[in-house]
């Protein structure tokens, strides 16, 4: 894909300031509520488009100090099945969403047009055109160079981006000139050799007399599709003759994508469309701060026969678990360590309706299944205040439970025990590995908030990118089903805590979609590969980045 973020000036960098001291010209009072916290904020892509813009959006996000990293590339045709993740943004939540709308704005309008050109452009090569379609200067004012980068993006001219880029003779000049030929002479004396001169024309006659006074485009000015390929080729027959072919015919004036095809024509060079740049659907790009973990101080109730006396008396201990958390449409999964032992839990719609059962919820439909996930998630984003830890062997409760008016609502997460020891030859995975991939690092990246640097075997230091940081969340549920057996037979290390392994050097990934199920029936049906996790995969380079949850709109379960 051509780099058209070269193309820019520095000027840009100008415009985005304006843009951003016209959102906020005095007080951020929503920014002083956030505060400085680090946060990572994910780009969703959640309608089809041609991403475009990226260079607007970097500098929006560099003005406030925030960083932002692309798992798409610009010029990328995207066609999400529900949403997909297009990048994130790591800085503070003020400068977030700070620059959010600003930055929104631009990438969905800039995108939207990319992909209206970009379907013109595949129709003109479907279609076998060999002239030039282009845009037109209809553009919003104050937002033209973001307009136009569009238009190139998704693959078509520009046309002349103002007044100063080319000399366009239209209707009202040439009236107030007095002819056609008086308006070209006066023309060309004050632009020189240096710029095109275009001419609008109502007729075989006006383009006749615009290409004898030296015009050297001229437009046939709203004609039909028919009447416009006549047109043109008796033009160029007829100069043809005369021995002058240094002309170039354009053609405008009601054209869309639906009808363009009824203009392509061997005589004409040019169409131009306004429509490329007004009336464009903005692409539904959203951008949403998630807290991808949870840190919860709580005092456990640990039950384990096999704990000492000395254990026993340090139950109230407060201890520190980090918890991991996706929450789909469907579906949920989750992550538990205290750094030393990794529990996980998931659940597909199967299982929610029976585990809400089980807890005197009624669930009739998908949209009773929606608002229930949005209060776990609620549950999840709130443990601090509202749960109770229990601690077993090979398993921790998390009971969490919240005030609805008169009534109580309970949940208990149920996460089993992933295996303590180390399976580097394996592609399912262990708690080593997991502890390592998935808290470790993205700790550090949030720390250092710029790429980890891994030492290799000769003591040497190489940069690795956030990307390769953040496998798939499939990745990490590949091991579930696998895990639920060993749990459901017995097969666990007798040490509750970490082997010393290393940590690995390279981060499993496996494009499998994880099947598994929340109560460890091995029986049950898996898992559906139609869940938001499948939707959320792409490509980006050697290694994938891992997806993480959209927050939900807060709203009540009833």
Known sequence: MTEYAHLLSTNYKRIISEYLEEDVPSFDYG?????EDDQVAILYCKAEGVLAGVPFFDEVFRQLDCRVEWAAKEGDWIKPQGKQEIGRVYGKARHILLGERTALNIISRCSGI?????????????????????????????????????????????????????????????????????????????????????VECQSEEEADEAIAAGADVVMLDNF??????????????????????????????????????NYFCKDIDILSMSTITQGVPHVDFSLKITPWYSIIKKPSTINDNNKDNNDSNNNNNERVYYIKYNIGDTDYQ?????????????????????????????????????????????????????????????????????????????????????????????????????????????????????????????????????????????????????????IAQNKYDEKSSLSPTPPPQSIPTTPDHAETNSNMDIEQKNISSSTSLSQQQNDHGPSTRQQHPRPKKRRMFS
């Open 334 to 486: 989750l992550l538990v360590t205290d750094l030393q032992r990794v529990w996980y839990n998931a659940a597909n719609a199967q299982d929610l309706y029976k585990e809400a059962k089980e807890h005197r919820l009624v669930i009739d439909n998908k949209q009773h299944l929606k608002q229930l996930l949005k209060q776990l998630e609620k549950f999840l984003q709130s443990l601090e205040n509202n749960c109770e830890i229990v601690e077993k062997e090979h398993e921790l409760k998390i009971v969490c439970s919240s005030q609805q008016g008169f009534a109580t609502l309970r949940w208990t997460f149920l996460c089993k025990a992933l295996s303590s020891t180390s399976k580097k030859t394996s592609s399912l995975l262990d708690a080593p590995t997991v502890l390592y991939n998935q808290f470790i690092l993205p700790m550090l990246m949030l720390v250092q908030n710029h790429p980890d640097i891994q030492q290799k075997d000769d003591n040497s230091f190489e940069k690795t990118t956030a990307t390769q940081l953040y496998p798939l969340k499939e990745s990490w549920l590949k091991g579930m089903q696998q895990a639920s057996i060993n």
């Open 31 to 35: 920014g002083y509520v956030v505060g």
């Open 114 to 198: 990319a992909l209206r050109a970009r379907k013109v452009s595949e129709l003109q090569k479907e279609k076998g055109f060999e002239g030039v379609i282009a845009a037109t200067r209809k553009t919003t004012p104050g937002f033209r160079l973001v307009e136009k980068y569009g238009v190139l993006v998704g693959g078509l001219d520009t046309h002349r981006m103002d007044l100063s880029s080319m000399v366009m003779l239209k209707d009202n000049h040439i009236w107030s000139s007095g002819s056609i030929t008086q308006a070209v002479k006066n023309a060309r004396k004050v632009c020189g050799f240096a710029l095109k001169i275009e």
């Open 224 to 261: 039909t599709g028919e009447g416009l390929k006549e047109a043109a080729k008796n033009i160029k027959e007829r100069w043809a003759a005369k021995g002058k072919n240094h002309f170039m015919i354009e053609s405008s004036g009601g054209i869309t994508y639906e009808t363009c095809a």
